[in-house]
């Protein structure tokens, strides 16, 4: 593989790909290897090469277990030992090389120069005459003859391997984890370049919808009679923002899990490193993505430009990371078909209570739902940053006769966003993104260990 160092695993070949696959394996030095077909779409001196390698490492100590594909003669006797199936039934079990004179015992005579393992098909096809129920039988026959000797030697010969005292060598050990968080990160983030496209289209996506929204709502933020577009305009971006940081992870997590569930089982990693440093090479991205569309869209709106953006960029953001986490746990919990609809449905309901709905007006029955959802936490601390902190009067045009919320103050009292503690709002924002994390941590571990 050392002509394909630099070639993505899409674009390689079938052999090439089952070639890795066995190299992955070895990396963490197992005692056995299960294969499945491991020569099948290689050519003869790659096959050759791939079996010798397989020899080699069973010499060594290791066992290696698998099914071969119509392999030839030479490749066929280097099979320690050969177990052969015909219709569910064991029809032989023994060295290879003892597989022609074995089936003469039933006066199944191999063809001369036939290979023995195009031979051994026919048999289990049933050709030659035999009984194969008669094959079956003789094996079970034999095989209780050994589990009642315990004298037989069942041992297959070791290469003899010379041992090093006092040697310079390092012993092998498992990675700290912080070694195995800075490995999976720097992996992430080589994925995350080599597949610039989709982060690329959700940048450009931000600030597409930035400049559609700046210019949908230009000027709003300083005008008293545009007050309720303006909050129109708020909802919005934290939709988006809540959106685009759910559904992004959600519908990645599926092919990750199928990944983290491989590698987690062959033991090259513990479950938290993965998950940190999957978290945090999203974190990043979908912050630049939060900030890139506020800038451009706050800026077109006239919103103000004093302390405020700061105040507003901190809520969009906490919330989006919200939802995000959210999102991963949501991908965790559920298959791609439900993630897809469940994602929306919650990222509604929530959204629902602080906006379209004020506390007052909520049923007793809801009322937990609007002091639980994150998205009106968020959106409230937003609305705050724009409207709140004394702001004088907004603005009213000389042609309107009255600007009934030119005092921010009305505005806020009329839609029961009063004594809203920011610092409150940031604790809960973000002991549920902590909560959401962990659920997810619990949910992977659980998969991963359940038997």
Same mark, same amino acid.
């Given at each position: 593989?050392?002509?394909?160092?630099?070639?993505?695993?899409?674009?390689?070949?079938?052999?090439?790909?089952?070639?890795?696959?066995?190299?992955?394996?070895?990396?963490?030095?197992?005692?056995?290897?299960?294969?499945?077909?491991?020569?099948?779409?290689?050519?003869?001196?790659?096959?050759?090469?791939?079996?010798?390698?397989?020899?080699?490492?069973?010499?060594?100590?290791?066992?290696?277990? @698998?099914?071969?594909?119509?392999?030839?003669? #030479?490749?066929?006797?280097?099979?320690?030992?050969?177990?052969?199936?015909?219709?569910?039934?064991?029809?032989?079990?023994?060295?290879? =090389?003892?597989?022609?004179?074995?089936?003469?015992?039933?006066?199944?005579?191999?063809?001369?120069?036939?290979?023995? +393992?195009?031979?051994?098909?026919?048999?289990?096809?049933?050709?030659?005459?035999?009984?194969?129920?008669?094959? +079956?039988?003789?094996?079970?026959?034999?095989?209780?003859?050994?589990?009642?000797?315990?004298?037989?030697?069942?041992?297959?010969? $070791?290469?003899?391997?010379?041992?090093? #005292?006092?040697?310079?060598?390092?012993?092998?050990?498992?990675?700290?984890?912080?070694?195995?968080?800075?490995?999976? &990160?720097?992996?992430?983030?080589?994925? =995350?370049?080599?597949? !610039?496209?989709?982060?690329?289209?959700?940048?450009?996506?931000?600030?597409?919808?930035?400049?559609?929204?700046? &210019?949908?709502?230009?000027?709003?933020?300083?005008?008293?009679?545009?007050?309720?577009?303006?909050?129109?305009?708020?909802?919005?971006?934290?939709?988006?923002?809540?959106?685009?940081?759910?559904?992004?992870?959600? $519908?990645?997590?599926? !092919?990750?899990?199928?990944?983290?569930?491989?590698?987690?089982?062959?033991?090259?990693?513990?479950?938290?490193?993965?998950?940190?440093?999957?978290?945090?090479?999203?974190?990043?991205?979908?912050?630049?993505?939060?900030?890139?569309?506020?800038?451009?869209?706050?800026?077109?709106?006239?919103?103000?430009?004093?302390?405020?953006?700061?105040?507003?960029?901190?809520?969009?953001?906490?919330?989006?990371?919200?939802?995000?986490?959210?999102?991963?746990?949501?991908?965790?919990?559920?298959?791609?078909?439900?993630?897809?609809?469940?994602?929306?449905?919650? +990222?509604?309901?929530?959204?629902?209570?602080?906006?379209?709905?004020?506390?007052?007006?909520?049923? +007793?029955?809801?009322? !937990? $739902?609007?002091?639980?959802? &994150?998205?009106?936490?968020?959106?409230?601390?937003?609305?705050?940053?724009?409207?709140?902190?004394?702001?004088?009067?907004?603005?009213?045009?000389?042609?309107?006769?009255? @600007?009934?919320?030119?005092?921010?103050?009305?505005?806020?009292?009329?839609?029961?966003?009063?004594?809203?503690?920011?610092?409150?709002?940031?604790?809960?924002?973000?002991?549920? !993104?902590?909560?959401?994390?962990?659920?997810?941590? #619990?949910?992977?571990?659980?998969?991963?260990?359940?038997?």
């Amino acid at each position: 593989l050392d002509q394909s160092h630099h070639t993505l695993t899409s674009r390689l070949s079938g052999g090439q790909r089952k070639r890795l696959a066995v190299a992955l394996e070895l990396l963490s030095n197992p005692p056995i290897l299960f294969l499945d077909e491991p020569t099948t779409g290689l050519d003869s001196s790659s096959c050759s090469q791939c079996l010798y390698l397989f020899k080699r490492l069973a010499q060594e100590g290791r066992t290696i277990v @698998c099914t071969i594909h119509q392999p030839s003669a #030479l490749l066929f006797e280097m099979f320690d030992k050969l177990y052969a199936l015909s219709a569910g039934k064991c029809i032989y079990d023994g060295p290879s =090389t003892q597989l022609v004179p074995y089936f003469n015992n039933f006066n199944v005579k191999c063809p001369p120069y036939h290979n023995p +393992a195009d031979f051994l098909m026919e048999v289990a096809m049933g050709d030659h005459g035999v009984d194969l129920n008669q094959l +079956a039988a003789a094996v079970q026959q034999q095989q209780l003859i050994e589990r009642t000797n315990p004298t037989k030697d069942k041992d297959l010969p $070791l290469k003899d391997v010379p041992m090093i #005292l006092n040697s310079d060598t390092p012993s092998i050990s498992p990675a700290p984890v912080i070694m195995q968080f800075f490995l999976l &990160y720097k992996r992430n983030l080589l994925q =995350t370049r080599r597949n !610039w496209l989709y982060p690329l289209n959700r940048l450009l996506a931000h600030i597409v919808i930035g400049f559609i929204f700046g &210019y949908l709502y230009r000027g709003v933020g300083a005008n008293a009679n545009q007050i309720l577009a303006n909050y129109v305009y708020l909802y919005g971006t934290m939709l988006l923002n809540v959106y685009t940081g759910k559904m992004s992870v959600t $519908l990645s997590c599926k !092919w990750k899990i199928k990944i983290l569930t491989r590698e987690h089982f062959n033991r090259w990693y513990k479950l938290s490193p993965y998950l940190m440093s999957v978290i945090l090479i999203e974190i990043p991205f979908q912050v630049l993505c939060t900030w890139t569309y506020i800038v451009i869209s706050y800026w077109l709106t006239s919103q103000p430009l004093d302390y405020r953006p700061y105040i507003f960029v901190l809520f969009v953001t906490i919330g989006t990371l919200c939802a995000q986490s959210m999102g991963y746990f949501i991908g965790a919990t559920t298959s791609t078909k439900i993630a897809v609809f469940i994602g929306p449905v919650l +990222a509604c309901c929530f959204s629902i209570f602080g906006f379209c709905l004020r506390r007052s007006d909520t049923p +007793a029955v809801f009322r !937990w $739902l609007f002091t639980v959802s &994150y998205f009106r936490v968020a959106f409230h601390g937003v609305v705050v940053s724009v409207y709140g902190f004394n702001r004088k009067n907004l603005y009213c045009p000389e042609e309107e006769l009255y @600007c009934h919320y030119a005092d921010p103050s009305k505005f806020l009292k009329e839609m029961d966003i009063v004594n809203i503690d920011l610092v409150s709002n940031i604790s809960m924002v973000l002991f549920i !993104w902590c909560l959401m994390h962990t659920a997810t941590y #619990l949910t992977l571990w659980f998969k991963l260990n359940k038997r």
